[in-house]
C-alpha cells in the first residue's frame, strides 16, 4: 500500500502521509490541509471518522468486538487482575510489580481523606439532586481544596495528584450515595482493598458491621475493569479537550463526569432499568416495545442496544452476562424485570431490524441489572461507571499533557447569513 493519500480539489492535487497503527489501523494525516489548500477544511459531525489523537493505551476494533488495555485482552485482565492493578497498568503503561502495587495501593490510602468542609457543599444539594451532578460539582470542588495546577513536567506532581483522585473519588461515590440514602457520612478503612473499601463505604450502617461478599465484589472489580477505558469515547474526549487547554487534573475530570452522565454514552445503564421498568408498568408487552424501537417515527430507543463502535458484539457484555448470572444466583434475585430483560435481548437478538443493523447488547444492558441486585439506586449506576472509568480518564489526561497536545479548537464550516447591514429597532 502506498504510505501517501491524493486527494485533488479543483484540478489540484494535494498529497497526505497515511500513518499506521501498531495495530495496522491506517489514518490520512490531514493536519497540513488548511495550510496547503488554502484553508479547506474537513467536515465530520461527531467524530465517526476523525481521530483526534494518536495514543498508545487502548486498542478496540468494533468489527471483531477485540478492547485491549495496553495490549492485554480485556477476557485476561477480567479473570486475572484487579482493578487497580488494572488502573496502574492504564496510567503508566505496564502491569505493576507487586513492590509498585502495595506502594500504589499505600499511596492512595495515604490521599484518602476529603477536607471535612466538602460535607457542607454536599449538604447544600437537595436529596433530590441526581447523583452525577452532585460527583461532578464535589470533583469540581476538590480544586479548590487541591489549588495547585500540576506540573505535568514534574514526574513527582503527577503522581501525587493520580494518587490524590484515586483515594478521593471514592469517597465522594459513596457520600454521593449516602446523602441520598440518609445515611451519615465516613471515610473507608485502611485495612480494606480497594474495591472492599468502596463496597463498605457505601454501604455500611453506623449500628452494624458490613460483611463483605465475595461474589459483588469479584463482579464489582470486575465491572469497574470493564468500564477502566474506552479509547476516545465522548467523554475521554472531552477530559482530554478539557485538559488541553492546561486546565488541572480535577477540572478535566469534572468536566468529563457531565459528559459521561448523558442516556447516550454513560447514562445508559440507569436509562436500561428505567425503561424495564416503564415496560413493566405497562403490562410487560416487549413486543409492543420492540415495535416502538423499529418504528422511525417513534423518538423511542431500545436502550442498552447498539454501540458506536462495537458492530458485531461488545465483548465486555459477554464478560458481564457471566458476572451477572453468578450474582443474581448466587443473590437469590427474583425481579419481573429480569424476565423482561431476558425477554428483549432474545427478541432483539432474532429480529431482522437488529441483526440488520447489528445491534446488539452493549454491557450497561447487564451492568445496570447487576447494580440493581446490589441495592444500588437506580441514579447512582452512572457514578459507578464514573468510578470505574477514572483510570482511563487520568491515563487519558496525562498521555495527552505528556504527548504535549496542542489545543483542541475544532473548526467549521459557517452556514449563516451572510454580511448585512445592522437595522434600528423601529425597522425591524
Ligand atoms: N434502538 C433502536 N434502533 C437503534 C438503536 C437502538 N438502541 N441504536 C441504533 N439504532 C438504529 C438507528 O436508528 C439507525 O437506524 P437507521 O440506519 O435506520 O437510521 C441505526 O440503528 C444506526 O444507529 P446510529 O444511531 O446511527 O448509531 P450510532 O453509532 O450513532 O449510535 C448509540 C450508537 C448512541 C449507542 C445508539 O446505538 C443508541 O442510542 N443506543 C441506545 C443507548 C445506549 O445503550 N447507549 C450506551 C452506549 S454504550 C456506552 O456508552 C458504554
Redesign the pocket.
Known amino acids: 500500500m502506498s504510505d501517501k493519500a491524493t486527494l485533488e480539489i479543483n484540478g489540484q492535487k494535494h498529497e497526505f502521509p497515511l500513518i499506521t497503527g501498531t495495530e495496522n489501523e491506517v489514518a490520512i494525516d490531514i493536519k497540513a490541509l488548511r495550510s496547503v489548500t488554502g484553508g479547506v477544511t474537513t467536515i465530520d459531525p461527531?467524530y465517526k471518522n476523525t481521530g483526534s489523537c494518536v495514543s498508545a493505551i487502548t486498542f478496540l476494533d468494533g468489527e471483531k468486538g477485540i478492547l485491549r488495555y495496553r495490549g492485554y485482552s480485556i477476557e485476561e485482565l477480567a479473570e486475572k487482575a484487579d482493578f487497580l492493578e488494572v488502573a496502574y497498568l492504564l496510567i503508566f503503561g505496564e502491569l505493576p510489580t507487586q513492590e509498585q502495587l502495595d506502594k500504589f495501593h499505600s499511596d492512595i490510602k495515604k490521599h484518602s481523606v476529603v477536607d471535612d468542609d466538602v460535607k457542607k457543599i454536599l449538604d447544600a444539594f437537595p436529596k433530590s439532586a441526581h447523583p452525577m451532578g452532585v460527583l461532578s460539582s464535589l470533583t469540581s470542588a476538590l480544586t479548590a481544596f487541591n489549588p495547585s495546577s500540576v506540573n505535568v513536567d514534574s514526574e513527582e506532581e503527577m503522581y501525587n495528584a493520580i494518587v490524590r483522585i484515586l483515594g478521593k473519588f471514592p469517597i465522594l461515590v459513596a457520600w454521593t450515595m449516602r446523602k441520598k440514602m440518609g445515611l451519615p457520612l465516613d471515610y473507608g478503612s485502611s485495612s480494606l482493598g480497594y474495591v472492599e473499601n468502596i463496597l463498605q463505604m457505601m454501604f455500611k450502617r453506623p449500628d452494624e458491621n458490613y460483611e463483605q461478599n465475595p461474589i459483588l465484589v469479584n463482579a464489582l472489580d470486575k465491572l469497574l475493569i470493564l468500564h477502566a477505558d474506552h479509547e476516545q469515547?465522548c467523554s475521554t474526549s472531552t477530559v482530554r479537550i478539557v485538559g488541553s487547554s492546561h486546565a488541572g487534573l480535577f477540572a478535566s475530570l469534572s468536566a468529563g463526569i457531565s459528559a459521561l452522565w448523558g442516556?447516550?454514552?454513560?447514562g445508559?445503564n440507569q436509562?436500561v432499568i428505567e425503561m424495564l421498568e416503564a415496560i413493566k408498568e405497562d403490562g410487560g408487552d416487549t413486543k409492543k416495545y420492540m415495535g416502538k424501537?423499529?418504528d422511525?417515527e417513534d423518538p423511542f430507543?431500545?436502550?442498552?442496544?447498539?454501540?458506536?463502535v462495537y458492530k458485531n458484539f461488545d465483548p465486555r457484555a459477554r464478560i458481564i452476562k457471566k458476572a451477572a448470572d453468578d450474582v443474581l444466583g448466587d443473590l437469590g434475585v427474583e425481579d419481573p424485570i429480569l424476565d423482561i430483560a431476558k425477554g428483549l435481548e432474545k427478541e432483539a437478538l432474532e429480529d431482522d431490524y437488529f441483526v440488520k443493523?447489528k445491534?446488539y447488547p452493549?454491557?450497561?444492558f447487564y451492568s445496570g441489572i447487576i447494580y440493581r441486585s446490589m441495592n444500588i439506586p437506580v441514579e447512582m449506576f452512572t457514578v459507578m461507571f464514573a468510578l470505574g472509568r477514572l483510570p482511563g480518564w487520568i491515563a487519558q489526561w496525562r498521555e495527552m499533557r505528556l504527548n504535549k497536545e496542542p489545543i483542541g479548537r475544532p473548526r467549521q464550516v459557517y452556514t449563516g447569513e451572510t454580511l448585512r447591514s445592522f437595522k434600528g429597532i423601529n425597522e425591524r
Open positions: 461527531g469515547n442516556p447516550l454514552h454513560g445508559a436509562a424501537a423499529k422511525k430507543r431500545l436502550m442498552g442496544f447498539g454501540h458506536r443493523r445491534l452493549n454491557v450497561d
